[in-house]
């Protein structure tokens, strides 16, 4: 640990704040820290801070965070950089705290205010390394990567991810290319689903070609798309219409029957549910797919409520969790695909 290790730095969807400060605030209680965070709806950033001056420990595993995209410790905080020089007090702070590190990523959190300082935090990244490399702080076997979060012009956090349980994208947000003949937007939150919420062992393991899924509430079929890219064959439930084209791929039967009421002959490989229901139902129908031997895997959004969304999204995992009697790996996260929402992984053990 470097620093005092009293405050944790955690990037996440705007507007969601409250919703990250719970939750790990909550984390830091089930280690036995008293901790308060300290943020502002809108921030995009949350600290989360000793309330007894003792460390924290090491800032939590990004996934095992639902609502936080990056997790970093905070190292030093700096109020007043001087406009010509901003990397030198962040560069002696590393020195001073005896870090080398593998990279500096300079960055804003993504939030309104820390849009108009992303060229700024661009072209500091551009000068950091070389500055580091001058004072020897680079070492590209070290598994620290330093953060230097612009909150304004002149007011900056300097923090650290430890590589083997942070988030490997700028801000936490994996930049997804769309797929060109894929039917909707929403494709890109099940593709990312893949990437953050299975391994790589588990995405050769548990995508493989001639598997079966069925994706409820599936028009006009973005999900079912990411599917057939890998030549997984997938029955579509939904009363819409599915795309044209997606359906020429001959590996897609739709049926427009009720998501809540269909199930499958067979066991499939996956079930994956965007329908737009309760949160709660939708776990509850997941938990019956899965324990119920109708299906291996899954992957579904839990669409959240306006208020207590914390409370609902915990009932939800702990309702689902028993009903799988810790025979699957639960993993839920609030994708950059998701709004209102957090996309939720059951894999089997
Ligand atoms: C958010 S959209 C799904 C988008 C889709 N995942 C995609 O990538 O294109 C939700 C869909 O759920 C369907 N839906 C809602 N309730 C349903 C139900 N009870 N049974 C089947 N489909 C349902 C709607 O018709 C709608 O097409």
Redesign the pocket.
Known sequence: MFGDGTTWLLHCRTGFEPECAEESVSMAARHGKHAFARTARGDALVEIVSADGTALGPAPQWRELIFARQSLALLASFDALDPKDRLGPPIEALADAGMRVADLWVESPDSEAGGDLRALARALEAAAVPALRKRTLVDPASHWRAHLVLRSGTHALLAYADLRHASPWPMGIPRLKFPKD??????L??DEAFLVLLDDSERARLLRPGMTAV???????????QFVARSIHVTA????PM?AKLMDSGLVEHRR??????RPRQRVDWV?C????QPARVAALMGEWLAGGHARAAVF?LKLPMKKRWLEVRRCLDGLDDALEGRWSLRAKQLYHDREEITVAAVPR
Do not use: H
């Not at 894929?182 to 494709?187: D, E, L, Q, V, W």
């Not at 994706?215 to 798309?225: E, M, R, S, V, Y």
């Not at 029957?257 to 269909?262: L, T, W």
């Open positions: 894929a039917p909707s937007r929403s494709t939150k099940l994706d409820l509430g599936a028009a006009p079929g973005g999900w079912t798309w439930i939904d009363n819409g795309d029957e009720d998501g809540f009421r269909y994956v965007d329908m737009v229901e959004n």
